[in-house]
């Protein structure tokens, strides 16, 4: 694995292009695979290389793909995300990370809202894996939720406020970092540090649609605010030409240095 694998968040606006091909902060980048089933997404894999981006396997993907897509996915050399979300006693999620370094994984996470006891679980977990051990990150809001929605679940404060909260409680428990909004990434990187990792969904470059996302930035946005990784699915996966929308961002991050 490369240095930023291992979780030493890139330097901001460390981005380049030459020669059509994005290097540096391009595997800042992490793509979602947002299909439903192996065989749709192999077409993108074949299409890219472990320097160009890193990948997202979600819930739909791997209750249908499995840990064999997911070890296909890492043997083709890509850094894979996995993006089980774990949250359940601490026993279960403590053997479910297990499970999931044995599939050589990049990164995985576990749900803030589990608790400590839960998340340093987890942590332990991993600390015993052999090998490299995959990067533990914890979901804190979700970017589909709003301050109405928070409401509803119980949540006193401010969606910034929870963030926080659960960002807080996750480095308290040793992860390595968290999910969260790039609309929270200013915050939670003046509170927690330059060293914890950030991965920020909701990234939506400026020429296209929020989708059910309601606290996006662009991909810019997003690294200037201090993110580590841009989470971007249905921009990249649903364009016309996928590889071309992934280059467009790409050549969008690349201009950090000359603007």
């Known amino acids: 694995m490369t240095d930023d694998a291992q979780g030493s968040a890139p330097a901001k606006g460390s981005a380049s292009v030459a020669g059509g091909r994005a290097t540096g902060a391009a595997t800042r980048i992490i793509v979602a695979l947002d299909y439903p089933n192996p065989r749709q997404a192999l077409p993108l894999l074949d299409s890219l290389d472990g320097a160009e981006c890193k990948l997202k396997i979600g ?6 793909g499995g840990p064999q897509f997911v070890r296909q996915a890492a043997e083709r050399g890509f850094d894979v995300f996995l993006d089980l979300k774990f949250h359940d006693i601490p026993n279960t999620v403590a053997q479910a ?34 090998g490299s051990r995959p990067l533990l990150v914890a979901v804190t809001v979700l970017t589909s939720l709003d301050a109405h929605d928070l409401r ?18 996750a480095h308290a428990a040793g992860l390595d970092g968290v999910v969260c909004s790039p609309r929270e990434t200013a915050l939670l990187r003046g509170a927690l540090g330059a060293d914890f990792c950030l991965v920020t969904p909701g990234i939506r470059p400026s020429n296209s649609t929020a989708d ?9 946005e997003a690294l200037q ?35």
């Not at 819930?59 to 249908?64: G, H, I, P, T, Y």
């Not at 509803?152 to 409680?169: D, W």
């Not at 996302?213 to 991909?219: D, G, I, S, V, W």
């Not at 990784?229 to 992934?246: C, E, F, H, K, S």
């Open 212 to 220: 059910d996302q309601k606290r996006t930035l662009t991909p810019c």
């Open 59 to 64: 819930k739909e993907l791997f209750v249908r």
């Open 97 to 130: 990370c297990s499970a999931a370094a044995d599939l050589g994984v990049w990164m995985m996470n576990v749900h803030a809202l589990g608790g400590k006891k839960m998340l340093e679980a987890a942590r332990n977990a991993l600390d015993k894996a052999g």
């Open 152 to 169: 509803q679940l119980g949540l006193m404060g401010s969606v910034e406020e929870n963030v926080l909260r659960l960002a807080r409680l």
């Open 225 to 259: 605010a201090g993110a580590s990784y841009l989470v971007i699915g249905r921009p990249i996966t649903r364009a016309p030409d996928p590889m071309q929308a992934l280059r467009a961002i790409q050549s969008e991050i690349a201009s950090l240095h000359t603007t």
